[in-house]
Every structure is written in C-alpha cells, then in structure tokens.
C-alpha cells in the first residue's frame, strides 16, 4: 500500500513591513514614501522535515504579496479568504498540478465579484499559487527556474488558464512555443548557470536622492559591471531633465539610461515630457501614464519613438497583457512576479510575449520581487524565448539580508539560484522584528514616538 | 463668531450579507450561488439630529460596496484601512466639496499600490465617497439626484478628477457639455417626477429558474409595464436557445429582450453563441467576455452588429470606459454604484458617454444597487444628456425592504425620489440581523446546521 500523500497543515499570515519610508529609498514620482511590506503567507505540511523553526525545509511553501506599507492588513485579509481553499489539500496532488487549484480559486464564484482577477482578491490568489510553486520546486529538489525548465510542454501548457486568450494565443499555439524553446536548452542552461542573467540597476536613480548621490551611485553601478541604470522622472520637469543630464554625463554613452515615470501624465503630457528628455537618448520610458490605459500606451509609443515604452508591472492580469500586445503598444513588457495569479499567469504572460516577440524585462526591487522574478526571466531564457538579447532584470540592492536564498549579483548578472524553490522564504527573525504593528522594531519605534517631545 | 462646523465623529463598518443564494435568485454563467452582501458604512457626525438609532437622520452618511457574499470581509477591512483620511473630518467643508477627500484617498501613496484604482481598495474610496455624498444631499434637504442637477456646472467639473482622461475629455469640454445639459431642465425635472426614469427587468431571466417560471414571470413583466427584459445566457448552448425562445414567446415582438453573459465566453465564442440567438432579435448583448477586454469587445461588436454590445458594471474606473468608448467598443455603457470611486468617479464616466454620445443604461440588482444608481441616472437626464431615449436602469425586485427609502416602480419606470439623501440607508434592524457571523440571522443557521443530521 502506497504512504498516503502529505497533505496542507497550516496557512500562517504575517503582516511584515519594513520601515524604507525613512531612506527616500524607493521614492518617486507617485510613491513618495513607501514602507516596503510584504502581506507574507507560509503554508506548512505534515511531509517529513517540517521543521516549524526552519523557513526552508522541503516541508514548507511560502509566496507574499509585495505592497508598500498602509494596507498591508488588508492584503493579508485577502490571502486568508483563501485559506479554506488550501487547509487539508493532499501535498503530492497539489503540487503535480498547482493549475488545479489556479482553477479553483479563479473559480470561487463569491470571491470574483471582488476583481475579478484585479487587485487585492487577484494579488493574494497569487501569493497562494507562488507559496505551492515554491513547494513544488523544493519537493523536487530543484530551484524553480530549472523546475519549469525540465518540464514537458504539454505539462505546462496544462498549467495556463487560456480563457480570455484564445484570439491572440491558442494552447496549441502555446505548444509549439515551448516546443520550439526547449531546442538546445542544455547549452543555455549552461551558459546560465555560467554567465547568470542580465541585470539592470534602479538604486542610483530614485527621485528623493540628491544629485550628487545619484553621480555616485551611476558610477558605481557602471563600475560594477552594469550596462543599464533607471531614473525615477515625473515630477519637477526642471528636475527631469537636469537629473537626466546628471546621470547621462556619469554613465556616459555605452551605458543604457532608461526612465520610469510611474504613471504621473496624461497622454499629451507623457509624449511631451519625453520628447524633452529625448537628448539624453533614454533607452525606455516607462509607465508613462496609467497602467490601465492600453491605447493611451500605444499613442504614445506612436509618437515618442525611436524611445522605447516600457510598461506592465501593474498590468492586473493577462487580458491587460493581451492586450498591451495586440495593440502594438508596448516595446518592453515587465512582468511582477507578486500582481498577477502567481506562476501559473505568468506564465501565460511568458507565453503572450513570446507570441509576440516583445522582450521581458521583470519589475523587482521592493521586498522580495528580485528573488521571485529571477526563476521567471531564467525560465524564459532556457527552455522558451531562448535569448537574454535586449533584456535584463530590474535590480536593486534593498532588503535582500531577509532572505534565506538571497539574489547574488555578479559583474551586473543575476547569479542562477540553485538552491530548491522559489527563494521566497523570509528569515523567521526578520519577520517576526518586522511584524506590524506588534514586532519589535515596531513596537519600539511606537514606544519611541511616544516619549518624543511634541 | 460663526458656530463652528461640525465633525466626522465616528466610522462604523458592518459584514452584512442576505442567503440568496437558497433561491437561485440572482444566478447566472459566472455567479451560480451568490448570498447578495454589503460591505456597509454609516459616517456619524456631531450635527445636531444625530440619533444613533435612527438611519436616516441628516446628521449620518451611509455608503456600501455590494458584493456577492465571500470576502465581504475582505472589503470591509479596505472601507476600515480609510478609516484615518476621514475621521474629524469639519463637516461643512467635506460636503461643499467632496472631491477634495476623493483626490487625498486616491493619492494615498501607499494604499494606491493595492490597486492602483481598481479592486478592492477602489470600491473602498466608492463607498466612503458615496457615504459623504449621502451626507451632503441630506444636509442640503434634497435627494442627490436634484443636489447635483442644480449644482453650477463648474462646481460639478471640480469634483472630477481628469487625470488620465484629457486625451478624450478635457475639463473645458466637460464644462461645456454641461452648460448644454442645462438647458431647459426645469421642463425634464417636471417630466421626471411626472413619469420616472424607464427600468428594465431581470427578474424573470435568472440562469436557475425553469422555462415555466422564466415565461410566466416574462409575461407578468409586460403586464406591469416593463418594455425590456433581461435573461441570462452563457451556461449550455442549446438552454440558451431554448431560454430565448421561450423568453421571447412570452413577451412578444414589441418588448426588447437584453441577453447577459457574464464574461462567459472568449472572443470567438462571443460572436458565434451571439449570432446563434440572433433569430431572437436580442436587443443587446452584456458582457460578452472579459470586462478588461477592451479590444475583444471592439472585436465582438463589428462582428455581432445589428446586435449591440453592453457593458461596464466591472469596468473598474474611468480609464477604462475612457478606452471602451475611443475603441468603439460598446453600444450601451452600463455604469454600477458601487464599483468605481463613488459619484465623483461615475460624474467622470457620465461625461465621459455624454461626450462620445453612447447611451447609459445602469448596472442595478443585488442589494441596494437600484436605490443608488437611479441618482446617477436621474441627474444625467435632467442636466446632462438631457434624454431617456434608448435608455433604461435595471431593476430586480430583491431585498428592497431593507432599505428606508425604498425604489418604487410605476409601470416600468423608477419613481424619482424625493427623501433626502443617496437612498443608501439600510434599517438597522435588517443590518443587525444580517451581520455576518453572529446576526441573529446567521447565528440561527449556524445552529441549524450543526443540528441538522449528517
């Protein structure tokens, strides 16, 4: 008689934030002050080498959301709507199929009033999903990418919600995709684990930094072996430009100078705005207006080329995708590993920008997005668009020391993790200093302000 | 010394949900079972006349989110994280101009994340906005429907917040559109409060009735003065054929009959499950596919015509009707109350259908939708579109006793109301029983369950 599979213990939630407010760490031109926090979720099983002390064991899935501090509490309500969904699942059936449950919680007909498939309800959806991929792939003593990599393609096409799909990307289309993609994937995943991932970095250019800071930080960033660097814009127009030229004359010309406006115009506005900026060549312009706005996207893009426009960090779901796709509105998609419906929409996201031949270049930085979105480029990379040309992954150098499995940048190049998982799992210590509002850094800053003079 | 003005005092946020899912009242393709909910918020103030037993006293302001049952919670903890933006707010000022808190809640740098204005955090700022619209209509002793029709067309351009939205609207244009709706409007508010403001029914046409009850609530429908009604398609082909003509049987060649698919289908299937009904001469049909679909639904309509294409209740935000109306997407557009940034946000989204000449017939039905949108409606006639034509509010004779000023219907028109007020009060003794886990209601099912035998 077989041993019966391990089955879903526990759904633990935790509201962790991380005081970044303090630094202008983050800031730009719609987020002035983010407190980077994470709406964090570790499901627990009775498999052997659960160790409720440990974060890593093969015996635990965690995933999370990426918010910037308020609201958090609220991000953790809707992940724990979900719980009743998820308690009591047999591990080995979960985890051989976490398209199954991607069904299920899509399908809580309740639930979906509440997006559907947008927002807060589609953002928890998808720290459950990522928490099970991250099961997954440590059962399977591999890290996520290669997890994904080694799979069939008709397992993965298995994987994708086509609904809402079918006129741009069939799951016969989405076959031959990844059947063409796993050509020589030995070779890529060889260079991978060799060479690692492209890497841009966004740490010298937030908006509260000082010139000078950003001059610094440009340096470094090109010494350090990067080939990109990203400038928060959008606000002064004044700043814009002067910021622009800052950087420009610190990287000097090899290097890609990208800038990112975080939705703050209308569509005249961005095309105007950009066109000014147009001397310091910038490589992309991203989230120029709102990310909702799939022909607004599109006359811009019209109008400020050859200046790339970048967006989809904040795309809800992949019908946005499709979108931003089929309209010719984008030439740079970057996927969040944490706002859609987990690995299984990212997927079909992967899958869209590859039918279209746009490249990926992930949004990370916050908590935890770099360790989470690395699986996916790298994914991409071995066994489906089988390039890292004009791409690269989002860095900054924020908040990894939480991390078990922390991203490891070499010469600007994300190192492949080879640890199992999805390098989600948080330091116990971390969270639990953390935790708002009763964790100890909390409740001592709390303690603080209140025996400051008024 | 002038009195001073009085505060927001208190913010209290209740879980009520109705069992209608026992019914089948209210199912359909995507929503087989919902238990009608309201995720519920009374502003209290230290006016005089406050009475904390009373509902509907001038001095209190209510505003909800509808939704369809599970995760109620969910979105009473997004209505609670607004808690802090409106508490003390000087009463006086809030309701002179409640498009200032509409622009500090949407410019929550942190909370922003969570959507951005979409979701479950955006329905939040709707339903702290709708409760301070309450609140304004009563203290100005008049039902919100003449507030805003006798409002300056100026004063009602300053409650719209126009980011995003000049590339198809801009503030000037606005403005002029509603000096052109003012005209002669003494004459439509007469006609208004003469004959009401067309409805069309649902009731008959909910996916879990048989064919018996379908017929004869159709043919009832007529009697009563309805000239459309509504059916629910999208489940199983042939029921949807069957359903059609049993509906149109009924009600005969001279009543519009609407179909609604609840973003059941893909694009392809939209267009060929449409034109199979066609020889029904279906009168439009709702939410074919994916309410993020803008260019799916562009697709469908070229294709389905003379059929139309209706949508818009999940249409989460002004941008999105911004793109489905340039695209061309839609024939009817179909605002909700409770879906978007409150009335400033559906002020944007009238403008927006007035300026592209399309229509709006109102999202209504669950609980306390009628008694909301029909102010929104109302005033578009009066002082904006300045016409019925082709135009009508849903309506579903559900759980309108709840409610202290109840929407009336008189042969197939919506009776314009005259309280004071949004018509948002629900009586405290309905949200006392109906409060989620532990009204009296709920506590008795509860007991129920757990005496009923396995």
């Known amino acids: 008689m077989p041993a019966a599979s391990p089955r879903i213990t526990g759904f633990e939630t935790h509201d962790v934030r991380f005081p970044t407010s303090g630094q ?51 991000q953790v309500a809707a992940i724990e709507a979900l719980r009743h969904h998820v308690l009591g699942l047999p591990v080995d059936d979960l985890c051989a199929d976490p398209g199954k449950l991607a069904r299920t919680l899509a399908d809580d007909s309740q639930l979906r009033w509440l997006g ?20 997954a792939a440590k059962r399977a003593r591999k890290p996520l990418w290669k997890l994904l990599a080694d799979a069939s393609p008709e ?3 298995s994987q994708v919600d086509f609904r809402y ?3 741009a990307l069939t799951p016969d289309e989405a076959l031959a995709l990844l059947r063409r993609g796993r050509r020589d994937r030995e070779r890529r995943e060889a260079a991978l684990l060799e060479r690692g991932y492209p890497a841009y970095t966004t740490s010298p250019g937030w908006l509260g930094y000082s010139d000078e800071k950003l001059a610094r930080l440009a340096r470094e960033a090109v010494a350090e072996g990067f080939t990109q660097i990203k400038l928060k814009v959008g606000a002064d127009p004044a700043d814009d430009v002067r910021r622009c030229r800052t950087a420009r004359a610190a990287i000097g010309d090899g290097v890609r100078l990208a800038v990112d ?25 991203e989230e120029p207006t709102s990310p909702d706005d799939v022909l607004g996207h599109a006359a811009i893009r019209a109008a400020v080329a050859p200046v790339r426009v970048a967006t989809g960090e904040h795309a809800h779901n992949r019908v946005v995708v499709k979108q931003l796709l089929r309209a010719g509105a984008i030439d740079v998609l970057q996927i969040d590993a944490t706002r859609v419906g987990g690995v299984n929409e990212n997927l079909a996201i992967l899958l869209l920008a590859a039918r279209f031949g746009v490249p990926v270049c992930p949004h990370a930085g916050g908590v935890g997005l770099c360790e989470l979105v690395q699986h996916l480029a790298m994914f991409d990379y071995v066994a489906l668009s089988g390039t890292t040309e004009d791409r690269a992954i989002e860095y900054v150098d924020h908040l990894h020391e939480h991390f078990l499995d922390p991203v490891v940048i070499r010469r600007g190049h994300y190192a492949a993790p080879t640890a199992p998982g999805f390098s989600a ?19 001592a800053r709390r303690a603080a302000d209140e025996e400051a003079p008024a």
């Open 155 to 157: 397992w993965l096409v």
């Open 261 to 285: 406006a975080n939705q703050r115009w209308d569509v005249a506005e961005a095309v105007a705005r950009t066109r000014v900026l147009a001397e310091f060549d910038p490589y992309w312009i």
């Open 116 to 135: 559907p498939e947008k927002g807060v309800m589609h953002m928890a959806v998808g720290a459950v999903l990522n928490a099970v991929w991250d099961l």
């Open 425 to 443: 799992a948080m330091r116990r210590e971390s969270i639990a200093r953390h935790t708002f509002p009763h964790g100890e850094y909390w409740a």
């Open 24 to 74: 202008l760490d983050g800031s730009d031109a719609m987020n002035p002050d983010p407190d980077y926090s994470a709406a964090y979720l570790i499901l627990r099983t009775d498999a052997d080498g659960d160790a409720p002390e440990g974060a890593g064991g093969a015996a635990e899935g965690h995933g999370f959301v990426f918010t910037i501090g308020r609201g958090n509490d609220v």
């Open 165 to 167: 799909l079918t006129d």
